[in-house]
């Protein structure tokens, strides 16, 4: 019964899981569908005026003397890029010219032909509050004892080693970095990767393969799907972060086996992250953990958003649940978030760690970590645990708790909508309709706060959103000055659509029919 599951429930957690999404008022979702149609009927009567040379062809298109070719361009495949994101284009890429910190410098660019192409006018908008970046903690800067310290080791060691883990690129500072990474993970043993995408990519496809089954919420990232993909295993996805979906599928598993043949599943694998970063919601992990041991499957955790922005001192959702970090069989993350580096790494039992380094491609085949960026790593891990001799790492974590916290109450007291959970450091601001989205951005940066914007296809057709990255190096004075200017943006455009009737993620629609699977 509901009852009896969400009594299940309380008991697996320690601590207040308070995550809603409200749902899409009607009359929006209904204009919302009117503003694409619109949208796509003046595209359509666009692309027909470009045919017959009445409109300016702006777009790529196949040459004369290939046209009895097949064609390599697909035209129609392109229409939404032509003819609704050319509209809003200039909402995206914006070029800065500083460091991505608590605020930026950007470059003022203009279009004389509707964003097909832009020119700089050559003047520099400066102190633009950043809503934008993923610099959680704040380590994104160019002075303090990280930059020195990588600008130590950049001269002592020089930029890179231009060759792979296996070969001649592995230096006694990568050893350093993965004794550290597993010290501060709580693991056995852990590998550092070059590249955050590639360390899923690349890594998923040699822990499973034919004959295993990979359960994917729905919402992963792109580098997990990417992988799952390449791995050759069948694929099943379940609704984001429900627990009915993922037990039904995994019953389902265990009582049919393989498909035709019947066999049971050499592995089931269970992929989910810790912060999803277009909902802004936290993985339920303690029903996760418990349903992985019930049915003997393997967990993935993709901790890339989570991990140094969430928990006491910043281990991730692992601390923030108060669980065992091995409960979880994979641990992965990345060093482009909360570190302020690039690169991502895996962590887990050493039998893992020491099979990953001979058949992972990534150590095969990839290029080593650059030694600075490797620097910049451990000295920035080194400040959230405290082994600087400082309590700045603690201090930042905090900062970020509070700082989300406060912006995420007082969006929702101003009558927006915002999805995710009350502790997620992303935000989800929901605009709806096409022309917002453009808008938005633009009436955000006359006001000197820049913020990204994210439409169709990363999001379903109707849930466009602004998404902001809160992080420790925003004081308080720069949150008010944004909620303010958020809050005069709200009233110009209409966005204040909350009615305040919130569903529990439990309560939203599902339809158990409707998972996707990929056969061999």
């Known amino acids: 019964t509901r009852d009896g599951d969400e009594m299940v429930c309380n008991r697996l957690y320690k601590r207040p899981f308070n995550e809603a999404f409200e749902e899409t008022p009607m009359l929006v979702a209904v204009l919302t569908y009117v503003g694409y149609g619109v949208l796509t009927l003046f595209g359509y009567l666009r692309d027909f005026m470009r045919q017959w040379k009445i409109e300016k062809c702006q777009n790529a298109t196949e ?14 495949e ?14 995206w890429n914006r070029p800065i010219c ?11 660019r203009v279009s004389h032909d509707y964003n097909w192409t832009f020119t700089y006018t050559g003047r520099v908008i400066k102190d633009i509050i ?79 393969g034919k004959g295993c089954l990979i359960l994917s919420d729905e919402l992963n990232h792109a580098s997990l799907v990417l992988g799952a993909r390449l791995s050759g295993a069948t694929i099943r996805i379940f609704k984001h972060n429900n627990m009915q979906s993922l037990e039904k599928l995994l019953k389902d598993a265990i009582v049919h086996g393989q498909p ?41 955790l993709d901790e890339a958003h989570s991990i140094g922005a969430l928990g006491p001192t910043g281990r991730g959702v692992v601390e923030y649940f108060g669980l065992s970090p091995e409960d979880v069989d994979v641990m992965m993350g990345t060093f482009t978030k909360s570190f302020g580096a690039a690169g991502g790494y895996i962590g887990g039992k050493k039998e893992l760690i020491d099979y990953l380094r001979t058949y992972s491609h990534s150590a095969v085949y990839a290029t080593s970590l650059s030694p600075p960026v490797v620097e910049q790593i451990i000295t920035s891990m080194k400040c959230i645990m405290g082994e600087d001799g400082t309590n700045v790492g603690k201090a930042r974590v905090q900062q970020l708790a509070e700082n989300t916290r406060y912006f995420r109450r007082r969006l929702k007291e101003m009558g927006f909508i915002i999805y995710g959970n009350e502790d997620s450091p992303v935000v989800p ?13 633009r009436e955000m940066l006359k006001r000197n706060i820049g913020v990204v914007v ?43 659509y909350s009615r305040h009737r919130l569903v529990p993620l439990l309560d939203r629609p599902f339809d158990e029919t409707t998972y996707e699977e990929t056969e061999d």
């Open 63 to 76: 040459r004369e003397e290939q046209k009895d070719f097949v064609p390599l361009y697909q035209d129609f």
């Open 78 to 91: 392109n229409f939404y890029n032509r003819n609704l994101y050319m509209r809003i284009r200039d909402s």
């Open 98 to 108: 500083s460091v991505p910190g608590a605020k930026v410098d950007m470059m003022e």
């Open 130 to 208: 950043n809503m934008g970046s993923y610099n959680y903690l704040g380590f994104a800067q160019k002075a303090g004892t990280c930059q020195e310290a990588a600008a130590k080791v950049l001269s002592q060691y020089g930029a890179g080693v231009c060759s792979t883990r296996q070969e001649m690129g592995n230096l006694d500072k990568h050893e350093e970095l993965e004794k550290l990474v597993a010290r501060f993970l709580g693991v056995e043993s852990a590998m550092a990767y070059g590249m955050g995408f590639a360390t899923n990519s690349m890594n998923i496809p040699a822990l499973v």
């Open 260 to 300: 035709r043949t019947r066999r049971p599943w050499k592995k089931i694998l269970i992929l989910v992250e810790g912060i999803y970063s277009m909902e802004g919601s936290i993985v339920r992990l303690p029903e996760v953990i418990a349903l992985k041991k019930k049915y003997k499957s393997y967990l993935y």
């Open 429 to 441: 601001l929901m605009l709806y309709m096409p022309a917002k989205i453009g808008a938005f951005g």
């Open 454 to 496: 994210v439409g169709f296809p990363a999001t379903p057709i109707i849930e466009s959103r602004a998404r902001f990255c809160l992080s420790a190096a925003h004081t308080k004075e720069m949150l008010d000055t944004a909620l303010k200017e958020i809050n005069e943006v709200g009233d110009l455009l209409q966005l204040k």
